[in-house]
């Protein structure tokens, strides 16, 4: 939808705060009063905004086909690192998201619920292999990763390319259950 | 310094777009001119702000005494996960600067500049063990796995003991080598 299309590049550009009605309006090219009558004010166009966010990066991200646990996980976080303009955008709005919660208390409880969703299906494909000896805590580990690392690329301090190298890394040892045991283990 | 104190505080409240030279003086109790005189202009502010809160960062985690390398690296990550006020700041204006670095190219080469001392840093303890396949990837990842952590945390997505729970599994994984290889290696 162009409003919430529009309402993700204005919260990537100029964060949550800096995120103006008028401007998405001029955007997506509708009327401030449209964006009103659809979502009532500021924070609902917001609660939905990040609603829009979470269920387009699940669309890029569960295109995977492959039947092997390891593929389909590693296939589902290296999409994360893509340099395409959804994605650019989505993780750019995403990281906003992340650093306005800190002090907006009414987008904590759905930024954390959308977290909670996006860890518990990796934590199922991790889950599916039997080899993790926790697939939640696994999955905690990698999708933390994962946004490290897109950061990382995005504020330009890494390379895409290395980026994906380094979450792969990560991902095989998670996936032979090296990753949660004391030191000296292996 | 007061002002650099200020300017750390006005950053991690209202992000770099929504940093106030008026605000920062008020705060720190001098004119908005003594500013000016000392930082020339907003931009010589916020270069001086960032190297402030590297340097900071830096002080608050390296008073490790540890002589084991497993131990000192532990002491120095997870004293980026400490619920006091110096620490929740740094940590949430290091956001912001990551954030508001996409659209900032100004911000660019001293943010990159910084994450790769502290990469450096830690690539160095690590490499002392003469464990880890590659210390400058273990030392990428687990820096990157601290801001993802750090940042979850700050925004209520995940608990303090849940982030240096996590870490903790990460940190003991790259002590033993463990991360970095093929699938199917151990």
């Known amino acids: 939808m162009a409003i919430l299309e529009a309402a ?47 269920d387009r990066a699940n ?21 994360e690192l893509q340099d395409v303009p959804a994605v650019r955008e ?15 208390p009414e987008l904590r409880e759905q930024l954390r619920a959308a977290t909670q969703t996006w860890v518990d299906e990796i934590a199922d494909v991790v889950g599916q292999a039997g080899v993790a000896a926790d697939p939640v805590e696994a999955a905690e580990r990698l999708t933390s990763l994962v ?10 301090s890494m390379t895409l390319e290395r980026a994906r190298h380094l979450l792969r890394g990560a991902i095989s040892a998670e996936f032979r259950g090296a990753v949660g045991a004391e030191p000296g283990g292996a």
């Open 8 to 54: 993700t590049r204005a919260i990537a550009r100029h964060g949550v705060r800096g995120m103006r009605v008028e401007d998405i309006a001029a955007d997506a090219g509708v009327s401030v009063a449209l964006i009103y009558y659809h979502f009532a004010d500021r924070a609902g166009l917001l609660r939905r905004t990040l609603e829009f966010i979470s």
């Open 59 to 79: 669309r890029y991200t569960t295109v995977s086909l492959a039947a092997d646990p390891f593929d389909k996980v590693s296939d589902m976080l290296l999409l």
């Open 90 to 104: 989505n993780s750019t709005a995403w990281g906003e998201l992340r650093a306005s919660a800190i002090f907006a």
């Open 147 to 156: 946004e490290g690392l897109s950061e990382r690329w995005l504020s330009g």
